[in-house]
């Protein structure tokens, strides 16, 4: 149980395209979804906290424009990042916290790439 | 100080040797405690979770937590090349959404 996907699992786009990521939470319902960016050799950068039917709750120097979050369903938030530029190519990473659960459990990541 | 401390490593261990992974915090309210491990190019897999103190054990690993030390252990027995993957340590209070994370430490087992 407590699986969480992602898709795409990576991504390769032109500068400035738009591309969006999915994550879903496939066994249970997550009333709070993470999204993490993380680069090479480096920890989790939490870049924002979305709660099911309100918005997301941008962390310090995220630019919430760029990067719009979406969270429509208790198993689905989704991550648009706007206008990509190279200098947004990173591993995007996703989670979800179970209702009534203290813990988050994480998607396999997507990996983009902005030419 | 951060939050949360972790040792980045590389700790390089041979097959079979039982591993240590730490960290230590500093905000008393933290009440449940996780490790995950990320294995290169893969999202973090939830390996252990804990509430307050004690010990917990899951076949070959087994979490400590001490809140008097504010300090928190990973143990791996009779350690495998499969296990090489960098471990995370994270927490959190009675405010779920806010969790913190350590640097991750990167653990080596050499067959």
């Known amino acids: 149980g407590a699986v969480v996907s992602q898709h795409p699992s990576w991504v390769i786009c032109k500068s400035g395209t738009s591309v969006k990521i999915e994550c879903r939470s496939l066994d249970f319902q997550a009333t709070t979804m993470f999204w993490y960016r993380q680069f090479p050799k480096q920890s989790l950068m939490l870049m924002a906290t979305s709660n099911e039917g309100s918005k997301a709750t941008y962390e310090q120097g995220v630019e919430k424009d760029k990067f719009l979050i979406n969270h429509a369903s208790l198993t689905l938030s989704t991550l648009t990042v706007t206008s990509a530029h190279p200098e947004d190519s990173s591993f995007y990473i996703c989670s979800a916290r179970p209702r009534i659960q203290e813990t988050q459990y994480f998607g396999p990541g997507t990996r983009l790439l902005v030419l | 100080q951060k939050e949360v401390e972790q040792d980045p490593g590389p700790l390089s261990v041979p097959e079979g040797a039982i591993v240590s992974l730490n960290c230590t915090y500093s905000n008393s309210a933290f009440q449940y405690f996780m490790w995950y491990r990320q294995y290169s190019r893969k999202g973090p897999e939830l390996l252990m979770y804990?509430?307050?103190?004690g010990n917990k054990e899951d076949g070959r690993f087994t979490a400590q937590v001490d809140k008097s030390s504010k300090y928190i252990s990973l143990f791996i027995r009779d350690s495998q090349p499969s296990d090489s993957a960098t471990y995370l340590c994270a927490m959190s209070a009675n405010n779920f959404n806010k969790f913190y994370f350590g640097s991750g430490t990167k653990l080596n087992v050499k067959p």
């Open positions: 804990t509430y307050s103190s």
